[in-house]
């Protein structure tokens, strides 16, 4: 998750559509080189600003600042972050009719966003690190294998172990509810074993529930609409292993101590 200040969006200025695109993925660019770098580089980050306009557009955010900010946002909370289930609080500042400037609804939107992650990932993103350093160290053959309420229940403690933090903010019942309805959406990418079910579950979890057509995880679409992988073993099995190269390189540039973290934090 990442943070963008109200002074880089202050810095984008009046200008035409296409240069305030180019003007702003290059902002992104430099200011966020690994994360956009992960992407694929400029044109990429080029194609997720360009899908941020013109769905601020969509919506009615039309202006320099209303585009800016809800690029910022597309960026910090994933290419869905307007409907994903994981985050209801959004869709209250986006609907709030009684404040009639939308650009105060936004900038009200992006206040609560960086509450949210200072709740969740901490003022110095270390909660952050922290859960991916516990996904590293889980191993994929310990997936839930039980069915029903019971799976659920049991993918949910993981979730909640991983990341705890971010668990609890969103509490247990939404959460349950983002399990069940991500196990239907992996079944439309073929997965319904356990394990293809609980690599998707997590990316969802950390990456945000529209992962799967994410710009800035392209990845993950391309490994999931490859119609060459023959089946859904391998389909995991590539799923999974492009994930821990994600999460190797997301690691790359923390401290080396994160990267030792002691056995109760693991286990926390």
């Known amino acids: 998750m990442l943070v963008i200040r109200?002074?880089?969006?202050?810095?984008?200025?009046?200008?035409?559509?296409?240069?305030?695109?180019?003007?702003?993925?290059?902002?992104?660019?430099?200011?966020?080189p690994r994360e956009c770098r992960q992407a694929g580089g400029a044109d990429q980050i080029l194609l997720?600003?360009?899908?941020g306009v013109q769905a601020a557009?969509?919506?009615g955010y039309t202006s320099k600042r209303q585009a800016g900010i809800y690029v910022a946002l597309t960026f910090i909370l994933g290419v869905d972050f307007a409907s994903d289930p994981q985050l209801p609080w959004v869709a209250d500042y986006l609907d709030e009719q009684a404040i009639a400037d939308p650009t105060v609804r936004l900038e009200q939107l992006f206040s609560a966003t960086l509450d949210y992650l200072a709740a969740t990932a901490g003022s110095d993103g270390q909660r952050v690190v922290r859960a991916m350093l516990r996904m590293r160290a889980f191993d994929l053959a310990a997936a839930p294998r039980r069915t029903g309420e019971a799976w659920i229940s049991d993918v949910a403690a993981i979730f909640q172990q991983f990341y705890p933090e971010k668990y609890r903010h969103q509490g247990d019942a939404l959460m349950r509810r983002v399990i069940w309805s991500g196990?239907?959406?992996?079944k439309?990418?073929?997965?319904?074993?356990p394990a293809g079910v609980f690599v998707f579950?997590?990316?969802?979890?950390?990456?945000?529930?529209g992962?799967?057509?994410?710009?800035?995880?392209p990845w993950a679409a391309a490994i999931l609409n490859d119609e060459r992988i023959a089946g859904e073993a391998e389909r995991t099995e590539r799923l999974?292993?492009?994930?821990?190269a994600h999460l190797a390189q997301s690691l790359s540039g923390q401290d080396h101590e994160q990267d030792h973290e002691p056995q109760q934090e693991r286990a926390a």
């Not at 997720?48 to 899908?51: A, D, P, S």
């Not at 999974?240 to 821990?244: F, H, K």
Request: proline share 3%; aromatic share 10%.
């Open 188 to 193: 439309q990418y073929g997965l319904a074993a």
């Open 183 to 186: 196990r239907r959406r992996a």
């Open 48 to 51: 997720l600003v360009r899908q």
């Open 57 to 59: 557009a969509a919506q």
């Open 211 to 217: 992962f799967d057509h994410d710009p800035l995880h």
């Open 201 to 209: 579950l997590e990316l969802m979890f950390m990456l945000g529930s």
């Open 6 to 32: 109200n002074t880089q969006l202050e810095a984008f200025g009046p200008l035409l559509r296409q240069r305030f695109e180019h003007e702003l993925a290059a902002r992104l660019v430099a200011s966020y």
């Open 240 to 244: 999974y292993a492009a994930a821990m």
